[in-house]
Nanobody
């Protein structure tokens, strides 16, 4: 059974930092792109960042560029999102995502809540 398990969410003051982790189990994702999305109540899930299978390429939504850093450790089958200079508008449930081996397959974690207080 393939699972993506997020951790590291919590409550932080504006300007603070959090590091999210996403540990995959059940298969290796070393050949698959992975990323993070986030969602707030009443809104659609939005893309935050993604990383290529090797980790050599990363992509970020404009609103987090320069503040968030995405990385992965394929030996540990784990994805990380370092979030610095957090803002109240970063408050959301953050979901880990991994591409499957075909275009019609993708995997999601259960989400971790990030709350940034002003």
């Amino acid at each position: 059974q393939v699972q993506l398990v997020e951790s590291g969410g919590g409550v932080v003051q504006a300007g603070g930092s959090l590091r999210l982790s996403c540990e995959a189990s059940g298969r290796s994702f070393s050949r698959n792109a992975m990323g993070w999305f986030r969602q707030t109540p009443g809104k659609e899930r939005e893309f935050v960042a993604s990383i290529s299978s090797s980790g050599s390429s990363t992509y970020y939504v404009d609103s987090v560029k320069g503040r968030f850093t995405l990385s992965r450790d394929n030996a540990k089958n784990t994805l990380y999102l370092q979030m610095n200079s957090l803002k109240p508008e970063d408050t959301a449930v953050y979901y880990c995502n991994a591409d499957g081996d075909t275009d019609d397959i993708e995997y999601w974690g259960q989400g971790t809540q990030v709350t940034v207080s002003s």
